[in-house]
RNA sequence: GCCACCGUAGCUCAGUGGUAGAGCACACCCUUGGUAAGGGUGAGGUCACGGGUUCAAGUCCCGUCGGUGGCUCCA
């Protein structure tokens, strides 16, 4: 005689075992349609889930009207779209083997084993759709059939799906004391999956449904394991709900960097330079140069002391390092000094030979530098350092290659060679803390100043497990203490992440994400005891006897590459008008007009501004119409009228207006200041005061 | 690197094995227009590259290179 509570603190007595289903139908018909399943006791269930004791119950329906979908709701539709989809699936290729197939983000996926020889294209996804659409028309039930562990498994033996033996198996290891199957419609009679659920009640509850995309995978997430092919869907209550998801999509894909970089012409990539290479056009390049100045003025403030160091070292410094030949893989192969080649050659040496012989030591060459680290370690160690001169702090915008796996690559934000705006920063073990809170200081200056809200803060911890950490356990406590410490000052929420250390240090790191919802590491902080080892490092200390310095690498925006690719998505191209490639063009109304444009042009050239002067052979509409393309911030609009007033007619970007004339001087002096304080809104607010905007 | 898909003008994309196309951008001409596309003319192509099948290949097949998505990786 099970007591059910409701959220709101009601409760119902029933005198039997009950289900969700039946408690929905005990407080109204309306609800009984609307449920789509309930958590009891917390635990996510169907409708039919038998309750036979008391309990805490909580229903889970659809959305009404515009409310958006609650996370559990679209739980249930997503893993119920996805048992539709692989139905739809092996019927359209009956010989499809199914792996595992749960809802994600923004819906679901189904990895699934194709028989040889056969593909899902594209082109496929519309036959799958139909099959679906007939599933979810018929609004068959889901129903759960339940088998003990042995006939279960003597089920799939007997089926032969090594994939679902293995799903069972871990659900078996797991503690599962039965097996469970949903049928989409009759048991035995209908198709159905091995599956814990729970679904929803029928198929017809999945309203709004797409087949996505495709995609490959491996099983258990195994890259020498079998190649899966993994289906991915979408899938929400309703078409409404579904069409809108659609359109934020194609939204998002708008602002995406590689898009918008060429549509704005900040960067290129060159099939002829090389994959991952990124060239920096005249426009990008003034937007890095930009951070790259703002960031050297919060610097100097810090008593950072800027260096500059090769391109290149020696294999030996690399070895020293401990990054060659532990990473040869994601490096550029060496460079070999060219009598040595020779010589190699002479011998008949085999590349497999060379390898080795680079490796040993025995053949030096040059690595393009994955790293500044080692470099600014040398300059650290080139001269004696007292605990007087401590911290030392070592800065350098410097370029580092990686020969990141082609797959990987994507635009700017994963690319083979990049400048990371690194510093060293060499320190005693007390005043690491505070030399990690500077770091964050920094990270916290740039993403204020670029109005960056949306990210996360993981310190990065060893795992307990792992034995590729190296440096003794109580520094490493030590460490993490203090990165925790530091991570506590910046204010942000922030989480601890085990496994996620560095092989040498703890971390702190700045993730965001990309136009597709993809995460990126940008900033990042990381505490270092393996390289002052391996390089021997010391500073004389009070006691005048020498002593380990700790290693703080940092790089608040991470690289230039990714953080600019990162900013095109974040602003959608249109940057603020102390980064804008652009800052103001002048557009005379007419021929008539073009004296006293470029007078105005000469002006804010002579300001320091970055302007232009468009004179096209266009109508003025044409000519607003294409610097509201180039997302230029401020338009001057000058016809006669400004002419005779000294004023300019100022349209700011995203605004389908004029604000109003000023006169010029006063532009040249609002704009003169919003740019050198890094901010926005000074030009607007001359129109402000006037009750104008 | 792996799997799938894709590669046609600077960009976005059409193109049924039978003469290479459009819009935008570009150049020139006309237009001098006060707030998001004025009109005309023209130029622009080794259909990614290399093989093959065919009377005939942008189109079909194979390989290479590159891009996209995902997987794996990310010192």
């Not at 329906?61 to 092996?90: F, N, Y």
């Not at 209550?237 to 998002?252: C, G, I, M, Q």
């Not at 105005?600 to 003025?620: S, W």
Request: glycine share 10%; hydrophobic share 40%.
């Amino acid at each position: 005689m099970p007591t059910l509570t409701l959220p709101d603190g009601s409760t119902r007595s029933f005198d039997d075992a009950t289900t969700p289903g039946g408690v929905a139908a005990d407080i109204g018909p309306g609800l009984a349609k609307a449920a789509l399943g309930a958590r009891v006791d917390g635990e996510l269930v169907g409708l039919d889930h038998v309750i036979d004791r008391d309990a805490t119950i909580s229903l889970i329906t659809g959305p009404r009207g515009k409310d958006p979908c609650s996370e559990d709701a679209l739980w249930l539709i997503r893993h119920s779209a996805a048992h539709i989809m692989a139905e739809a699936v092996q019927r359209v290729f009956p010989e499809a083997q199914l792996v595992y197939g749960p809802p994600v983000d923004d819906g679901f996926y189904y990895d699934i084993a194709m028989p040889e020889g056969q593909t899902i294209s594209s082109g496929d996804f519309e036959r799958i759709e139909v099959e679906m659409d007939a599933i979810v028309k018929e609004d068959r039930p889901f129903s759960r059939c339940t088998m003990s562990a042995e006939e279960g498994m003597a089920r799939l033996e007997g089926e032969g799906s090594k994939y679902k033996i293995d799903n069972a198996r871990r659900a078996l290891e797991a503690g599962a004391d039965t097996l469970s199957w949903y049928a989409t419609g009759n048991p035995g009679e209908h198709w159905d999956d091995l599956c814990r659920g729970p679904h929803v009640p029928s198929t017809g509850r999945v309203g709004g449904f797409k087949v996505m995309s495709v995609a490959a995978s491996h099983w258990h997430g195994d890259a020498d394991s079998d190649r899966l092919t993994r289906l991915y869907g979408t899938a929400f209550p309703d078409r409404k709900r579904l069409a809108a998801h659609l359109e934020r999509l194609e939204e998002a894909r708008k602002r995406d960097h590689r898009a918008i970089g060429r549509k704005l012409g900040l960067f290129r990539i060159d099939d002829m330079v090389g994959q991952g290479l990124v060239l920096w056009t005249p426009k990008g390049a003034i937007i890095r140069q930009e951070l790259q100045d703002f960031i050297s003025t919060e610097l100097k403030r810090q008593n950072y002391e800027p260096v500059f160091t090769p391109h290149i070292g020696k294999l030996d410094l690399f070895r020293t390092s401990g990054h060659y030949p532990y990473y040869q893989d994601s490096q550029y192969p060496p460079v070999v000094d060219p009598e040595a080649m020779n010589r190699l050659v002479d011998e008949g040496c085999s590349c497999a030979d060379l390898s080795n012989r680079l490796h040993e030591g025995e053949v030096e060459g040059y690595l393009l530098k994955p790293m500044n680290c080692p470099m600014h370690i040398r300059i650290f160690a080139g001269e004696p350092r007292s605990y007087r001169d401590l911290p030392v702090r070592l800065s350098e915008f410097g370029t580092v290659y990686r020969y990141e796996q082609s797959g990987e690559l994507g635009g700017m934000l994963r690319v083979r060679g990049f400048t990371q705006d690194d510093a060293h920063l060499f320190c005693t073990e007390s005043q690491l803390q505070d030399e990690i809170a500077g770091c964050l200081e920094l990270v916290r200056i740039i993403f204020n100043t670029l109005g960056i809200e949306s990210f996360d803060v993981r310190v990065g911890l060893r795992d307990p497990e792992a034995t590729k950490y190296v440096g003794s356990p109580d520094l490493w406590d030590r460490a993490e203490e203090a990165c925790r410490a530091a991570a506590e000052t910046l204010g942000d929420a922030w989480h601890a992440e085990e496994g996620e250390a560095a092989f040498y240090g703890p971390k702190i790191d700045f993730i965001v994400q990309d136009a597709i919802g993809r995460s990126w590491q940008l900033g990042t902080v990381q505490v270092d005891y393996n390289l002052p080892e391996r390089f021997d490092l010391s500073y004389i200390g009070p006691d005048n006897a020498p002593h380990r310095p700790v290693m703080i690498h940092r790089a608040p925006f991470g690289s230039m590459e990714r953080f600019v690719g990162f900013l095109i998505e974040h602003f959608a191209g249109a940057f603020p008008a102390w980064l804008a490639p652009e800052q103001v063009r002048v557009l005379p109304v007419s021929e008539k007009s073009s004296a006293y444009a470029a007078e105005v042009h000469d002006a804010l050239r002579a300001a320091g501004q970055r302007v232009t002067l468009d004179e096209g052979n266009e109508r003025l509409q044409a000519r607003i119409r294409t610097a509201a393309e180039e997302k230029i911030p401020y338009l001057l609009i000058v016809g006669p009228r400004d002419a005779e007033a000294g004023t300019v007619s100022v349209r700011a970007r995203g605004i389908e207006r004029d604000l109003g004339a000023v006169q010029l001087q006063a532009f040249v002096d609002a704009i003169a200041t919003e740019t050198r304080d890094r901010c926005e809104g000074v030009v607007q607010s001359l129109f402000a005061d006037a009750g104008v905007a």
